[in-house]
């Protein structure tokens, strides 16, 4: 029995890959390199900007470039938050159904609220969410429970009869310590040549619309 349903952000709730690419590559730019693909910088965006910074740069938190280059990331990226990023087909549809199935819905994402909420309030959900636990909500970030954990304490559910869809195998991880049921959404950021039967996930969706077989189930 599903009692609530709780997404991951980027790549799974949202395609937020167009404004984190724009902002990797603003950097590029600002340093004299040429800029990437979107197809290519899609498939780092879940990582933030440790992710994208490795893909364009080659370097880790590590190295002493990276402050500076996240910091220009980042300041782009929050002018730019909600320039092109939009929910992905079928997620809007699909949050109308559990909000008239009166099943509470939340985001739990590693995302830092700084940047979480004011990316929900641009897609005009942030008062629709029942909850939405960041990646600097608790002590620890995904792939550790605890985000998961106090999402469902939030909604007054048991994690048991929780959903939760991401795209990574940190949150089949999570969701797994949980003991919440995880879905893959296969239609996020991941690279094609993934084996998802290795994410222990209970399932996986082509489409948010899908994840009704999971609800109903």
């Known amino acids: 029995?599903?009692?609530?349903?709780?997404?991951?952000?980027?790549?799974?709730?949202?395609?937020?890959?167009p404004d984190l690419g724009a902002a990797l590559n603003h950097v590029l730019?600002?340093?004299?390199k040429p800029p990437l693909a979107l197809e290519i910088s899609r498939l780092q965006a879940s990582h933030g900007s440790a992710g994208l910074l490795s893909l364009g740069f080659g370097i880790t938190p590590d190295d002493a470039r990276f402050a500076e280059l996240r910091d220009a990331f980042l300041a782009h990226?929050?002018?730019?938050?909600?320039?092109h990023t939009a929910l992905f087909p079928g997620m809007a549809e699909l949050v109308d159904e559990l909000e008239q199935l009166n099943l509470p819905w939340g985001i739990v994402t590693n995302k830092p609220h700084r940047?979480?909420?004011?990316?929900?309030q641009a897609l005009g959900y942030a008062g629709r969410a029942a909850c939405m636990v960041s990646g600097d909500t608790c002590a620890y970030a995904k792939p550790h429970p605890l985000p998961l954990q106090h999402a469902a304490k939030l909604l007054g559910v048991a994690t048991e009869h929780c959903l939760y869809l991401g795209d990574d195998k940190r949150d089949m991880e999570a969701a797994n310590a949980a003991q919440m049921r995880g879905i893959i959404a296969a239609y996020g950021y991941i690279d094609p040549a993934t084996d998802l039967a290795t994410w222990s996930a209970e399932g996986f969706v082509m489409t948010p619309l899908e994840l009704r077989h999971y609800i109903k189930t």
């Not at 009692?3 to 395609?15: K, N, S």
């Not at 730019?29 to 004299?32: I, K, N, P, R, T």
């Open 1 to 17: 029995m599903i009692d609530a349903v709780l997404f991951d952000l980027d790549g799974t709730f949202a395609d937020t890959a």
């Open 77 to 83: 990226y929050t002018a730019h938050i909600c320039e």
């Open 29 to 32: 730019a600002l340093h004299g």
């Open 115 to 120: 940047f979480t909420l004011p990316l929900m």
